[in-house]
């Protein structure tokens, strides 16, 4: 039986799926706790997986956006996200980390991509349990065969991105990098030997969720780097359906999903309304439209097109014909699991790295940024339903994802690093007292 620490920044995006690796791994017998934010407590405990919460201070807020499209506000974009994504919460998000591995012995830890907190724990001198970084977004590693990451460039072949990636990471962010060994200093810690965002290097494996197909190929690919194929979502276990779903489902029309994510998704203007604007006069397509539990108001709408906060996607992507999206991962990973082409319209986080990706794989259509017009969303929605190319290409990453099993393969790489020893069953499992459970 294992004993295996896992930790999220309190993001949806990023606490879900490790909410599911912990699901799983109870259910193969292995005692889990996450760290996270308190807001997760309830779905933990639908779950019935132990949580410990971060404190306050560690909470992520969206970056404010400003008006305005291209590179130029990337790049204002891309700094004040890892000043406040990465930078702002790593200090308290390193003291829950050690304080969980002082009360608890752990075979292994798992963080998620964006939890900074395991950065000074890996460049400390003390002993440590092994450390598994889990990529809930795109792979965000420097490499002489991509662009730097964050401005949403596909790579060209034969070029080399080495003296392009030198000056963002040593010009562009140099002060980025400066903040980051200041507090690494002030935590009595040596300074990093990597750029911010190639920290997962330092870990013991990188578990990406995906599969190669929608990555770039890198020719210096760290050995470290294991790709598990999409890690699915654990949702509600109360949830009811919304009323209409049957009928959307039976209806024999076109289905088409929208969805601006579950976190930094309150503004409708960045998708919502571009998107409901260039589908309102299309009676022969049905919408579902989903919220992710935002509170906008998007007025009188025709019977075509139906909203609700949250739809599993396992009843819901089966049956749908092209989703839009402000390029979440996970979202876009499980619409690929499913064959459906996707059109991407995100300019914040990771949503302009996936959204490339999205366009180089020829999955969809990348619409370079949020708030397009609804014009340009109609004519991107016809290309999709018009060209056979895009659900083809996404047909072939459904069959590559399919032969992935992540829960395999994130055992087995558990089992090579830790070897915690023979798992018990899930029924001897289930009459393990609160008090073990808990650790």
């Known amino acids: ?109 798992l963080v998620d991509s964006m939890f900074s907190g395991a950065i000074p724990l890996l460049l400390s001198d003390g002993p440590r349990p092994p450390v598994m970084v889990c990529g809930v977004g795109p792979l965000m590693l420097s490499s002489a065969d991509c662009p730097p ?16 990636n030198h000056f963002v990471q040593r010009v562009l962010f140099r002060t980025t990098q400066t903040m980051l060994n200041a507090i690494l200093g002030d935590l009595g810690i040596r300074p990093a030997p990597v750029f911010l ?44 359906a919304p009323p209409w779903l049957d009928a959307v489902l039976r209806s024999g029309r076109r289905i088409v999903h929208v969805t601006q994510g579950t976190w930094d998704n309150g503004n409708a203007d960045q998708l919502f309304r571009p998107a409901l604007r260039a589908l309102a006069q299309r009676p022969e397509v049905v919408v579902a439209v989903s919220t992710g539990g935002a509170s906008v108001r998007l007025g009188p709408l025709p019977p075509h097109i139906h909203i609700c906060d949250f739809v599993p996607y396992s009843q819901l992507l089966p049956q749908v014909d092209l989703m839009i999206t402000n390029g979440g991962y996970g979202g876009v990973q499980q ?46 929605v016809d290309r999709v339903f018009r060209d056979a190319a895009f659900r083809v290409a996404a047909g072939r990453l459904a069959v590559e994802m399919a032969r992935y099993r992540p829960f395999e393969i994130i055992a087995s790489v558990l089992a090579e690093v830790g070897d915690p020893g023979p798992t018990v069953s899930a029924n001897e499992s289930s009459v393990t007292t609160r008090q073990e459970e808990e650790i």
């Open 1 to 109: 039986m294992g004993r295996y620490l896992l930790a999220a920044s309190p993001i949806p995006g990023h606490v879900l799926p490790l909410m599911t690796v912990a699901c799983e791994l109870r259910r193969r017998g292995h005692r889990v706790r996450l760290l996270t934010g308190a807001g997760f407590r309830d779905i933990a405990t639908e779950h019935d997986v132990p949580l410990s919460e971060l404190p306050g201070e560690t909470h992520v807020l969206p970056v404010t956006r400003q008006s305005g499209r291209g590179l130029a506000q990337r790049w204002r974009i891309g700094r004040a996200e890892l000043r406040s994504i990465l930078l702002a919460p790593m200090v308290a998000q390193y003291a829950a980390l050690s304080a969980e591995l002082a009360r608890g012995d752990f075979d292994a830890v």
């Open 149 to 164: 990451f964050g401005v949403g460039w596909q790579p060209r072949s034969g070029r080399d991105y080495t003296a392009m």
């Open 197 to 240: 965002l190639d920290w997962p290097i330092l870990a013991d494996r990188i578990l990406q969720f995906t599969v190669p197909g929608f990555e770039y190929h890198r020719r210096d690919l760290p050995s470290s780097v294991v790709f598990t194929g999409p890690v699915p979502v654990s949702v509600p276990t109360r949830f009811e």
């Open 335 to 380: 619409a690929l699991s499913h064959g459906v082409p996707v059109i991407a319209a995100g300019d914040t986080a990771d949503k302009p790295e996936v959204a490339a990706r999205v366009a180089y794989t020829g999955v969809g259509i990348d619409l370079g940024g949020a708030a397009p017009e609804p014009a340009e969303m109609a004519a991107a």
